[in-house]
């Protein structure tokens, strides 16, 4: 009888492949659920998005399902230890997945696909070595010689795992590769603004790079957090020449400084009337102080 639930749970999960915290992340204790079948139910509430374009859904007590699935399952494991081994593997897997740790995805796939008599064998084998390819665009900054070649490395990974998206038949494999390439992307602009004093790029190319975020992942369910990122590009580089060359003194660039907080706050106007956005109430605050910089300077630089 064990044997049969065995088998028709692992067909229910092959099924319904449930389409993502590290491995090491301590588990707080959530109330036991009594069957493994019920977990992997409400985890089954991500399969209606995907993890690129769609905000994950959250449980009763707010929390990410995917996090929330893996608390559960660590006190199903507890309750239950010796239950369902390649099942809890397999639905934390995709736990995994969904959150954007492909190390430990990858090694649970691969857990899963080395037993060849388990029918989840071929799928977790085929999301082991999807994840296994992410790994390996993924660049390391202790090998670049400088910035300029770190950002090299970030773009030519990037570009890559768009590149493998764009030939990908899978939904869910293209939606991952194209969060990962996104994650690329934002770390590259990032890096970017960062040391901007530092790397030879002016700050047209860095709002062009931050264009490109925009344009590139517009479908993304961060899309709007990219446009809200250029917004506060704008700000910093007014406040910068606030800071730099104060408006009492002759080097002040007052166009300059204009310029940039007035492009801020369209794009803040524009975030600010946008409704569903978790954007918007920042928007909404960051106007405020937006305008006060303006009228400061509208006042000091005459």
Avoid at 206 to 220: C, H, M, N
Wanted: glycine share 4%; proline share 5%; charged share 30%.
């Amino acid at each position: 009888m064990t044997s049969f639930l065995t088998k028709a749970f692992a067909l229910l999960l092959l099924v319904a492949l449930l389409p993502a915290c590290s491995r090491t992340q301590k588990i707080d204790p959530y109330a036991p659920h009594e069957t493994l079948l019920g977990i992997a139910t409400e985890f089954k509430l991500l399969d209606s998005g995907d993890p690129y374009r769609s905000t994950p859904p959250q449980d009763l007590t707010g929390q990410h399902i995917a996090k929330a699935t893996l608390v559960r399952l660590a006190n199903y494991e507890e309750l239950h230890p010796d239950r369902f081994p390649l099942e809890i593997r397999m639905l934390k897997a995709r736990c995994y997945e969904w959150l954007g740790d492909s190390g430990s995805a990858r090694d649970l796939f691969a857990e899963v696909a080395a037993q060849s008599d388990s029918p989840l064998a071929a799928e977790a084998a085929a999301h082991a070595r999807l994840h296994e390819r992410i790994l390996a665009e993924q660049p390391d900054p202790t090998r670049a010689t400088s910035v300029e070649a770190f950002l090299g490395e970030l773009y030519r990974h990037e570009e890559a795992l768009l590149n493998a998206a764009q030939s990908e038949d899978n939904p869910l494999f293209q939606a991952l590769l194209l969060k990962s390439a996104e994650d690329l992307a934002v770390r590259r602009v990032e890096v970017l603004a960062g040391n901007r004093l530092l790397v030879e790029e002016d700050e047209q190319q860095i709002l062009e790079q931050l264009r490109r975020l925009i344009t590139t992942y517009g479908e993304s369910a961060r899309g709007r957090s990219h446009v809200a990122r250029l917004a506060r590009f704008h700000r910093e580089l007014a406040e910068e020449e606030l800071r730099l060359h104060p408006p009492s003194g002759i080097r002040f660039d007052r166009a300059r400084c204009l310029l940039h907080l007035n492009e801020a706050l369209d794009i803040l106007h524009q975030l600010a009337q946008e409704d569903g956005t978790e954007e918007k109430l920042v928007a909404q605050r960051e106007l405020d102080t937006v305008l006060a910089l303006r009228d400061v300077v509208l006042r000091t630089s005459r």
